[in-house]
């Protein structure tokens, strides 16, 4: 199993609150991912600005470098963390803060991907691809470093252009009133309004 970084370090500016501090069906955001993601990795961390305040404490990891720099730094500090953890793993799963839904299966499907000269293994559903949402090999830390101080710096999917790739598509969940999609996002209040009703509703 991989060590798993919740991506929560963005600036929320459609939720209007920090995606850190939104309660779903009674429970943080984070709660739900750390719940569907438990048993599918060997720790757990989250990458956000400030320690969330949580009644379990998770072991938090800031951005290494400074800025709003998008995803990807978010990933690097993954990366980084990665590569300091005694079993050295030779990847580091992350997800999004506000995916509550993602697949129970993830990180094996993922892994399950990474074959021949495959680097990355990214998520992908309805046949749209969750570019935050992958494993990243520890080993390309500095070549994402660099990246980051390019002018493409902020692009997921440049980033993505520049080495093998896999998208590995996930199904729908079977809800009782029909379809989800495992990576529907909690962007707006809407959104949370919409995930209430979908907590609801899966099985
Ligand atoms: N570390 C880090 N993560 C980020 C940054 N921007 C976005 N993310 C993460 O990337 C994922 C997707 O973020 P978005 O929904 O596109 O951006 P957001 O900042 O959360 O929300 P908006 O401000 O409404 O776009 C989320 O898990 C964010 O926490 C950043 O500058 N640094």
Not at 141 to 162: I, N, Q
Request: net charge negative; hydrophobic share 45%; aromatic share 6%.
């Amino acid at each position: 199993m991989f060590p798993a970084v919740i991506l929560a370090g963005g600036q929320s500016r459609r939720m209007g609150q920090d995606k850190a501090t939104v309660t779903l069906a009674g429970a943080p955001l984070l709660r739900h991912v750390a719940h569907r993601l438990s048993g599918q990795t060997s720790r757990l961390a989250i990458n956000a600005p400030a320690s969330p305040q949580l009644d379990a404490p998770f072991h938090h990891l800031p951005d290494t470098l400074e800025g709003f720099l998008g995803p990807l730094a978010g990933i690097l500090a993954a990366m980084r963390f990665a590569a300091h953890l005694p079993d050295q793993p030779s990847h580091v799963l992350t997800t999004a803060i506000d995916t509550p839904f993602i697949p129970l299966d993830l990180a094996p499907r993922l892994s399950g991907a990474l074959t021949g000269d495959t680097a990355i293994s990214v998520a992908s559903s309805l046949g749209a691809m969750h570019p935050v949402c992958g494993l990243w090999p520890v080993r390309l830390a500095d070549d994402l470093e660099a990246f980051l101080h390019s002018p493409e710096k902020a692009r997921v999917k440049t980033f993505l252009s520049r080495h093998n790739t896999a998208a590995v598509e996930f199904p729908t969940l079977m809800t009782t009133a029909g379809p989800l999609d495992p990576f529907f996002n909690v962007n707006t209040r809407e959104d949370l309004e919409l995930a209430e009703r979908y907590m609801e509703i899966l099985p």
